[in-house]
């Protein structure tokens, strides 16, 4: 199974980006999937989190409002919607997977993307 993100690059504050995390060799659908961020010098935070259902989905507090993440089986994505950037949302962002239940403990993921840059100038 391997993980692909997509979709990062250098916006300004306020406006918006979608990440895409692509999986492949496995069906999302039996995934929770999570994206996480890490910027320079500090540790890597979750940001939100896709449930197999759909039922429990949940997002840290820094996004909530402004992020919304979304599956598509039939494409075996998972996008991330970003809206109303801010300066301190640069990281460079990952997906990964894990099989049980969604959880923002980035160590219990099994699968990561190798990641992709977002940077919002202000």
């Known amino acids: 199974v391997q993980v692909l993100e997509s979709g990062g690059g250098l916006v300004q504050t306020g406006h918006a980006l979608k990440l895409t995390c692509k999986v492949s060799?496995?069906?999302?659908?039996?995934?929770?999937i999570g994206w996480f961020r890490q910027a320079p010098g500090a540790e890597r935070e979750f940001v939100a989190v896709?449930?197999?259902?759909?039922?429990?989905?949940d997002y840290a507090d820094s996004v909530k409002g402004r992020f919304t993440i979304a599956r598509d089986n039939a494409k075996n994505t998972v996008t991330l919607q970003m809206n109303s950037l801010k300066f301190e949302d640069t990281a460079v962002y990952y997906c990964?997977?894990?099989?049980?239940?969604?959880?923002?403990?980035?160590?219990?993921?099994?699968?990561w993307g190798q990641g992709t840059q977002v940077t919002v100038s202000s």
């Open positions: 990964a997977v894990r099989l049980f239940a969604p959880v923002r403990d980035h160590t219990r993921y099994d699968i």
């Open positions: 060799g496995a069906s999302v659908s039996i995934y929770s």
């Open positions: 896709s449930s197999r259902s759909g039922l429990e989905d």
